[in-house]
């Protein structure tokens, strides 16, 4: 392919952009807005596993011991614990300590404990610590089986439910991208098809003379992507900045929920969207310019 | 340089356009294919450049067959020939210049070479002074005329023209006629299919008849027999 034969592909695909131009910013806004709910997903979806991730690693296992238990067997305990698979440290908190957290906790209104009349009524616990997230539920499962263990705490409902929910925005996103994806497909074809239309005359003449099929193809595939990939920039733009918006004004009332502020990892994730346009337009465009070339 | 042997077309709509054609146009040769409407004259000539297929027999085109073209040798077939229709097919929105130009740039020609063969053929068929009007300031014979310029333009070694005095009148009929003719002289191939029982009989070339899908005379230095 010479360079100035690629010259006229694009030319020429301008020139049948300007002819349809309310045409050819319906294809684009329908590519833009797919792609915006796409992204939205994709953000949503990267943020969920960002957050299961972090609280995942946080994840620690209380196991409370009989109030009564003496503190050499608690040691002993603690020890027995940490010999165990996939435990990658054991501490034991001693009563007096848990004591101490809860008078921090109640901070100003610490004279409160002050009725429980000098006596501790707090067991003794380990505090476990795995070496995986997913070891989490066989450790505390093992653990509350020991004898002399009273309770085993762990934050398993939040882990499963948030991981429920991830599963099921996937799904959610996969079907809706999947929905708009096809109706941006089919909105580029018919842009690109009235351009074929409009200029099939030229298409035949063009074969009369001995144009070869890529010839003619080009440039309505060029077309057809740049349909795609200016939708893709609108999306992409405006996703970057709706994101960024909510980060810096949600975020900092949310602070207990950890969001992706890396502006990197945002825009490698936004990047797809741009194939993911250019791509949509291509399959548009050879959707049309197929039929019309069997001569 | 082209040969029909035992040609049949039966179009899927039941119609026998043509039933056992066979003949041979050699290089350098003005051939007139002529017969009423319905004879099929357009038809071998639409086969010429494999816009249709025959149901039946043998197409070679320079000594090689045309019917098992893959689709990418089709381009390089039709490169070879030059087609000129009765109703011009000229592109409106591009002047004289721009549509023969068209040809060229459509196979990859370079800009200098467009730059000096263009003004070329539209010498050839006398329209240097009308380079840069469009086809709808143009009359019907001009607009024939770059027509075939645009046929001529990369040099094809066959010319194939259906009807392509159809829509003119008498005198400029001639005047497509005899630029065809020159055409001719300078060692193209030319294949004209008509209704012009005038220009025919005056033109003294070679004449193949068709009847019916038949080819029922092939005469040299013929005429059109008053029935026909």
Do not use: C
Not at chain 1, 37 to 54: C, E, K, P, R
Not at chain 2, 124 to 129: A, K
């Amino acid at each position: 392919m010479k360079p100035r034969t690629i010259a006229y592909y694009f030319r020429q695909a301008v020139i049948s952009m300007g002819r349809n131009t309310g045409m050819s910013i319906a294809a684009a806004l329908t590519v833009a807005i797919a792609l915006f709910i796409l992204g939205s997903f994709l953000l949503l979806v990267t943020n969920a596993n960002f957050i299961a991730g972090v609280l995942e690693s946080n994840v620690e296992i209380a196991a409370y011991l009989d109030v009564d238990m003496p503190r050499k067997d608690a040691e002993q305990m603690a020890q027995q614990v940490a010999a165990m698979d996939l435990v990658a440290d054991v501490r034991l908190v001693p009563k007096e300590e848990g004591l101490n957290q809860l008078r921090k906790q109640f901070g100003d209104r610490h004279d409160l404990l002050s009725a429980l009349g000098g006596v501790n009524p707090l067991p003794d616990y380990l505090k476990i610590k795995v070496t995986e997230p997913e070891g989490v539920r066989a450790v505390a499962e093992a653990v509350a089986g020991l004898e002399g263990v009273e309770k085993v705490n762990y934050g398993e409902l939040v882990v499963y439910r948030l991981f429920s929910v991830i599963y099921w925005v996937r799904w959610l996103g996969l079907g809706s991208m999947i929905l708009l994806s096809l109706s941006a497909v089919f909105l580029v074809a018919i842009t690109v098809r009235l351009t074929v239309f409009a200029r099939r005359r030229e298409i035949n003449i063009m074969k009369y003379v001995g144009a070869t099929d890529w010839f003619i193809r080009w440039p309505f595939f060029l077309e057809g992507m740049f349909l795609g990939l200016t939708g893709a920039l609108v999306a992409v733009a405006s996703l970057y900045g709706t994101y960024q918006f909510l980060v810096s004004n949600i975020g900092p009332a949310l602070p207990f929920v950890p969001l992706v502020t890396d502006s990197l990892t945002v825009m490698r994730h936004l990047a797809w969207l741009l194939l993911a346009g250019t791509a949509v337009g291509a399959l548009g465009s050879a959707i049309s310019v197929h039929r019309f070339l069997k001569v | 340089m082209i040969q029909f042997i035992n040609v049949s077309k039966v179009y899927p709509n039941g119609n026998k356009a043509l039933a056992d054609v066979s003949f041979q146009v050699d290089k350098g040769e003005f051939v007139f294919l002529v017969g009423p409407s319905g004879a099929g004259k357009s038809t071998v000539i639409r086969m010429m450049f494999r816009e249709e297929l025959p149901t039946r027999g043998q197409i070679m085109i320079g000594g090689k067959s045309i019917l098992r073209l893959r689709r990418s040798e089709i381009p390089i077939l039709r490169r070879n020939m030059g087609v000129v229709f009765q109703d011009y097919r000229l592109l409106s929105d591009r002047t004289a210049y721009e549509n023969i130009a068209f040809a060229m740039q459509v196979v990859e020609a370079a800009p200098w070479e467009i730059r000096e063969r263009v003004p070329q053929v539209l010498e050839m068929v006398g329209l240097s002074h009308r380079a840069d009007h469009y086809p709808h300031q143009l009359s019907g014979g001009e607009q024939q005329r770059v027509a075939i310029a645009r046929a001529i333009v990369n040099n094809p070694r066959i010319l194939v023209a259906d009807e392509p005095t159809g829509n003119l009148d008498a005198e400029t009929s001639w005047q497509i006629i005899h630029l065809l003719n020159e055409i001719n002289k300078r060692g193209t191939t030319i294949v004209v299919a008509t209704h012009n029982r005038e220009i025919v009989t005056t033109m003294r070339k070679r004449v193949l008849t068709l009847e019916g899908g038949a080819l029922v005379r092939d005469v040299e230095r013929g005429t059109v027999r008053r029935e026909a």
